[in-house]
């Protein structure tokens, strides 16, 4: 598997607090079956003054201490990137990382109130030849007030991240809801861990693959987790969707009963 959205680099944001931290939590990647994994910490001014060159100094001390420790993972560059007014421009100049330095970039908006003006923002950044990957939208307090302009923003040519342990329910069942409707509606491009520790945040992807497996089949888990976050480290279009995987994969239950039997736990 491949992850793309980790915050494993110690000590630059509210992910790993130090080496061992990070360590602990690239072993727990690799045995848990992911073999490549972006970096990607906070840049939110003034909290998190992250940028391009501080990033790879990081990665390339991470991947070094990988080596003296022999685990065999991967990484790449990229950030978590907070809706800034100079965005287009950080990225133009690489002040802004990207992934693995292609089109393809992490975006997050306000957690708890929509940005105004998001889908301007989106379709000038589509523009300039980039493309925003959507961090997490089932966690957002206002997806369900505004859940079109996610659906409209997908359709625009926005990607869309959603978090391993959003749908195993380790951000309860309304997030797990929201994981499932995006999946079922095939509205979703790539699953990520967004890591942030060893404990409740880790690295393991297992448990997502497995339950998506089982709902939508082993080509849906599949594209989420290797094929797309492979395209997007080689700068590549990301596979086209079927709307509905229950018309690709039909399972014994289907989303819409899983998300009732959520609902009525």
């Not at 939110?44 to 100094?57: E, F, M, R, V």
């Not at 989106?122 to 206002?142: K, Q």
């Not at 079109?148 to 069942?173: K, N, P, Y």
Request: proline share 6%.
């Amino acid at each position: 598997m491949i992850d793309l959205h980790s915050h494993i680099l110690p000590g630059i944001d509210d992910g790993a607090r130090n080496l061992d931290d990070s360590l602990l939590m690239a072993k727990t990647a690799v045995a848990t079956g992911t073999t490549v994994l972006a970096c990607t910490p906070h840049i939110k001014p003034p909290t998190y003054l992250n940028n391009g060159p501080a990033i790879d100094a990081a990665v390339n001390f991470l991947r070094s201490q990988l080596e003296l420790a022999d685990i065999p993972l991967e990484l790449v560059v990229g950030a978590d990137i907070h809706i800034n007014h100079d965005l287009l421009d950080g990225l133009k100049t690489g002040r802004l990382p990207t992934i693995n330095g292609s089109r393809y970039f992490l975006f997050e908006p306000d957690h708890n109130v929509l940005p105004p003006g998001m889908e301007r923002f989106c379709a000038s950044i589509l523009a300039a030849g980039f493309i925003p990957v959507l961090t997490h939208p089932e966690r957002l307090v206002w997806i369900e007030r505004h859940y079109d302009l996610v659906c409209h923003l997908e359709e625009m040519g926005v990607a869309l991240q959603i978090t391993a342990s959003s749908i195993t329910g380790g951000f309860g069942r309304r997030v797990q809801q929201w994981s499932m409707r995006m999946l079922g509606e095939n509205r979703v491009d790539i699953i990520a861990s967004d890591a942030h520790n060893n404990t409740n945040r880790s690295t393991s992807l297992s448990d997502a693959w497995t339950l998506v497996e089982e709902q939508f089949g082993s080509a849906c888990a599949n594209q989420l987790l290797l094929e797309n976050p492979q395209r997007i480290l080689q700068d590549q279009p990301l596979l086209e969707k079927a709307r509905d995987w229950n018309t690709v994969a039909p399972q014994k239950h289907g989303w819409l009963n899983l998300i009732n039997r959520i609902s009525s736990k």
